[in-house]
């Protein structure tokens, strides 16, 4: 065969092979057409029929499948030619990855739209779901997608291509976090999940006062849920066999008894829930749960973040205002009912219903699945947090890093808890900083210090002897009167009762905390003077160190603390260096607390190298919106 021969037969070769790629890709782009087309029409009947949506999806699911097998290696080429590029070969690669999970998952699309067209939601029936859940091969392609969504993010991408990359990613970590549900174990007939509505404005250790709770049963296949303010669940009847409430709360708030909607006081998720759990049981005579959902207020902050713009009674829905709304309308009938009046926490369902009609008014499918990336950051942040009573699906919760447990940590950690035991709402008018620093200069022997800045924004003029602003006591007027002009905002105005605890490192010693000495006419219900105190406990193995302090209005106030910290802070490396490594924890709940972190290397170091980025002999700034890792590498 002559050369010119071969070249013209390896040309038809190549020709063959593209025509048939051709062929092959229009073959599978036309079968996702069709389908496509297919569930559109099913979504456009009137009504839409919703047990036949999950084969449409399926069928939607298949032919994405197909599609993205014939298109892969184009798209990966594609990859290699800048952000946008690389964009379409993850997208393609995800879409790849997410058919079979998109099959599996199907019957929950018929879940979906018949919660979706339910006007007054009261239960649902999950049998199909349970049924057809296919969980081999949803396991199976958990792994593929877990590590697409390990992948670092795309650099520089055009505003169209960041749209449809963001929607990629949240639809896709939404799809991870329905496949890694246990749901047909969490939606066993007899099952009892209690999803907590934590106030981060009252701040607690894992997030908030528990305000109110969504009780889930499921009976016969059948899902119901009613709300209940949480001052209904403590049986009057029942409190003598309450357990006596942490020291602090005695000491403090002169409670007596640990209620329910104080359950949530260790910083250690898990321990929280499992006391919830045991004052439920009390009051509630025994009656099984088998996990807590806790939601807290900022879920709705960083859900916002992630939003096109949404009007509700021609207002724009931002972070910023979108908490004021939830406390617009809890004034609405603050004149018509009290705190513990059951009902009384009515609105929230209200309020959320509202917001998510106005929601689905301004989400086109894009919008909608870039949704998934607001879930991400609300687990996360730690705005939604998860314990089940079955071990293996607590396991899988604790896999995934949704517990909120303290878990242990080579290196150094630390955790600021705020607590708020003023019986007020003033959390979000209180400003805090924090200084870190680590003095590593005998790795034998290593110490630290810790600076924590308070600054209470609140109107100045309420006196520390008042609850909050307006608040009616013992001073004459009668409270059942009063009690309608007390607005949230005033709530939200006064001093700032805050139990301060710091979670460290095993192995921690403390040798001095600035407590603060306590004068009687501050402690509005137990009016003892109380000296500088210090507590010390341990929290899931954890050393932690409390004390209370009283910030007036307008005030400003710096609480230290020096400990001396375990040898095993610091590693030495093969080559002979030292690695320091420190894990800063955020406070579900709380605002973002700007940490700055100061290491003094071992004697004869130097830094070579941080991560964040530092700069050589400043401090490094940790923005705890979410849990910061700080690591840092020292030579000679």
């Known amino acids: 065969m002559t050369r010119s021969r071969l070249i013209r037969l390896v040309v038809l070769l190549i020709a063959v092979l593209v025509a048939v790629k051709i062929v092959t890709t229009a073959l599978a782009g036309w079968e996702l057409y069709s389908a496509s087309q297919a569930l559109l029409d099913e979504l456009a009947g009137a009504p839409v029929a919703p047990e036949r949506l999950p084969d449409a999806v399926r069928r939607v699911s298949a032919g994405i499948g197909r599609a993205a097998a014939e298109i892969g290696p184009i798209a990966a080429a594609a990859g290699l030619a800048g952000g946008d590029g690389c964009a379409a070969a993850w997208l393609t690669a995800a879409a790849g990855a997410a058919a079979p999970l998109g099959e599996a998952l199907a019957p929950l699309t018929e879940t979906g739209l018949r919660l979706a067209e339910t006007s007054s939601i009261q239960e649902i029936d999950v049998r199909d779901l349970r049924d057809r859940w296919d969980a081999e091969r949803i396991d199976a392609a958990l792994p593929a997608i877990r590590a697409l969504m390990a992948q670092p993010p ?134 099984a749960v088998s996990g807590i959902i806790t939601v807290n207020l900022t879920a709705l902050e960083t859900l916002t973040r992630f939003l096109p713009p949404v ?40 309020s959320a219903a509202e917001l998510a009609s106005a929601i689905g008014a301004a989400l086109d499918p894009l919008d909608a699945a870039r949704l998934g990336l607001a879930l991400e950051a609300m687990l996360a942040r730690g705005d939604l947090l998860l ?32 607590t708020n035991l003023g019986y007020n709402k003033v959390s979000p008018s209180v400003e805090r900083s924090a200084r870190y620093r680590v003095d590593l200069t005998n790795p034998a022997a290593p110490t630290a210090s810790l600076e924590i800045t308070y600054h209470n924004t609140s109107e100045t003029g309420v006196s520390c002897e008042r609850v909050h602003r307006n608040w009616f006591g013992e001073a004459g007027e009668d409270s059942a009167q009063a009690l309608p002009t007390i607005t949230y905002e005033d709530r939200m105005t006064g001093c700032y009762w805050n139990y301060l605890r710091v979670v460290l490192t095993p192995g921690t010693t403390l040798d001095e905390f600035t407590a ?105 700034t940790l923005t705890l919106d979410a849990d910061r890792m700080l690591e840092a590498r020292f030579t000679r």
């Open 154 to 287: 795309c650099p520089q991408l055009s505003p169209r291509a960041q749209r449809l990359y963001d929607a990629g990613r949240g639809g896709l970590f939404a799809a991870q976090v329905a496949a890694a549900l246990p749901l047909p174990a969490m939606l066993a007939d007899g099952s009892r999940w209690l999803i907590l509505l934590n106030n981060s404005d009252e701040l607690r250790a894992t997030g908030g006062y528990t305000t109110a709770l969504l009780a889930l049963e499921v009976e016969n296949g059948v899902l119901r849920w009613r709300l209940f303010n949480s001052y209904d669940v403590d049986d009057p009847e029942l409190l003598y066999y309450h357990p006596q409430p942490p020291e602090p709360m005695r000491r403090y708030m002169a409670l007596s008894r640990w209620l329910f909607r104080d359950a949530n006081w260790s910083p250690d998720y898990p321990t929280a829930a499992r006391q919830t759990i045991q004052l439920y049981q009390i009051d509630q005579r025994g009656a």
């Open 311 to 350: 009007v509700i009674n021609g207002e724009t829905l931002t972070p910023e205002n979108s908490l004021n709304r939830v406390r617009t309308a809890w004034n609405a009938d603050a004149a018509q009912f009290n705190s513990d009046v059951a009902g009384r926490k009515d609105f929230l369902l209200e």
């Open 387 to 418: 314990y089940a009573a079955d071990e293996g699906i607590q396991a899988r919760f604790a896999d995934l890093g949704w517990d909120g447990a303290l878990d242990p940590f080579e290196g150094d950690t630390l955790m600021i808890v705020d």
């Open 516 to 620: 603060q000495a306590l004068p009687a006419e501050w402690l509005i219900f137990n009016p003892t003077a109380q000296p500088p105190q210090v507590d010390a406990w341990m929290e899931a193995g954890f050393p932690v160190y409390g004390s209370m302090s009283i910030l007036p209005a307008g005030e400003r106030r710096t609480v230290t603390l020096t400990t001396r910290l375990p040898a095993a802070v610091l590693h030495q490396q093969a080559d002979g260096a030292w690695l320091y490594r420190l894990l800063a924890r955020r406070q579900p709940g709380s605002m973002p607390l700007v940490l700055q972190v100061e290491v003094i290397p071992p004697l004869g170091f130097i830094v070579a190298s941080t991560l964040p980025d530092g700069i050589d002999g400043e401090p490094v």
